[in-house]
């Protein structure tokens, strides 16, 4: 058998999120039927994070077996051949058998995009949130870093507990007020976006949604970096901020 | 009675273009739509360029009269709220009586954006030309020069002849190769856009997507400017180069 690592890009918004469910397209469901159209095996393919509804993902990394003699290079055309646009295949590559997505990776990194401008933006509305008040960038950078190292980040939690343990290491926690984007910027756009870029050794449910929700509060000047330590210290969920939107938030790369 | 103009961007994905038609939604029925919601008045817009469908705009103007007595800055707000996300009123200003989006306009920008990568994005699918084999951006800007100025354009014309006239001036034409954009960057993308911002008193129909095809030749070093200048002088659609897809099109300014 040989094992295969796919490197994918996909816009979450009409998927139900990676991992195959009842209620709607899966990324995995996709990409699995595109393995079978291609090869005519039925394949199970493990990913590095499993996505949520509207999520999308730069460098999502997947991997599956199979005995199919196609070479990577034509897995990666004819596997794009029986996807729809909005799921790329950016690599393709065969693996040493004890490769595995999600108990290999040693840690992925996330990026959460704001659109911080009082008027939206048809052109990114699914891949970013729009945000109308001034956000304070630096202030929300600042209280970033009160994030990095081995913390319980079970105040950032959805439905705990849903694992042993929600002890986790933040490897990197940057916060940047960026550009606009050259192709559409119009002058006015520019320095409009905030985007917050966060790696870890993994990350609870819901996790960098609810840091955004929280470092929203210190963005508008509510809450200090010290509230956030203080919040974590808690473990509280109920003290935290609010879950951001989905569209706002990317599975940027995974490291093995 | 009032006039009233309003800026607008919009995804025109989802649109069979700005002008009603029977085969499908426009934007010119999603926005006289709304002020109907909004004032209980029938309107008729009229707009700076008739976009096709696919076609985007960041700029596109256009102007109805009403009796209404909402302010600018309610109307702004008010028609924002009949309309879905893809379609944003970006200013809303009272105007004297004689302003006419149309005829009024001096001169309109476009722009067209190529990502000339081999790989697929999914998030800009929509919004670019992906082309895959590497273009000379410096070799089509030499080119673009050729059409400023006051020229027969007919070339570039689908449909000849559906005007008076094939004569336009072109008062700007610039390609650029632009980075990628921050948002999504992995790094790799740099400055693999190939954009065309190109202003004239007038365009014809399907023209900017026909220079764009014409100039294509040129970064493929297939044709050179010489060649354009020579395609202009015969005045024949079937010389130039294929009419490039809508998705990469944008009305970017209206100049009063």
Redesign the interface.
């Not at 008027?119 to 509305?125: A, C, G, N, Q």
């Not at 984007?181 to 559409?184: A, C, R, S, V």
């Given at each position: 058998m040989r094992n295969i690592r796919l490197t994918l890009?996909?816009?979450g918004t009409n998927y139900v999120g990676w991992q195959v469910q009842s209620n709607g397209p899966s990324v995995q469901a996709a990409v699995e039927q595109a393995v079978f159209k291609l090869t005519g095996e039925t394949v199970r393919l493990v990913a590095a994070g499993r996505t949520d509804s509207g999520v999308?993902a730069?460098?999502q990394v997947a991997n599956f077996a199979t005995e199919t003699a196609i070479t990577c290079e034509k897995l990666q055309t004819g596997l794009q051949n029986f996807l729809a646009?909005?799921?790329?295949i950016?690599e393709v590559a065969e693996v040493d058998a004890d490769f595995h997505a999600t108990y290999s990776a040693r840690w992925k990194r996330y990026r959460y995009?704001i659109f911080n401008n009082r008027?939206?933006?048809?052109?990114?509305?699914k891949?970013?949130w729009q945000y109308a008040a001034a956000l304070d960038a630096a202030a929300m950078h600042d209280a970033a870093q009160v994030l990095l190292g081995t913390h319980d980040f079970r105040c950032f939690e959805s439905h705990f507990p849903n694992k042993a343990t929600s002890v986790r290491t933040v490897l990197e926690s940057r916060v940047e007020r960026?550009?606009g984007?050259?192709?559409?910027s119009?002058g006015e756009n520019a320095g409009e976006?905030v985007?917050l870029d966060i790696a870890a050794d993994g990350f609870l449910y819901n996790m960098v949604r609810a840091i955004v929700g929280t470092l929203l509060k210190v963005g508008r000047h509510q809450w200090t970096a010290e509230d956030v330590r203080r919040i974590i210290d808690t473990g509280d969920r109920s003290q935290a901020g609010e879950t951001a939107p989905a569209c706002g938030l990317?599975l940027?790369?995974v490291e093995y």
């Open positions: 890009s996909y816009d999308h730069l460098g646009d909005d799921v790329v950016r995009v008027v939206s933006e048809p052109f990114i509305r891949y970013t960026c550009d984007w050259p192709l559409w119009r976006f985007r990317y940027e790369h």
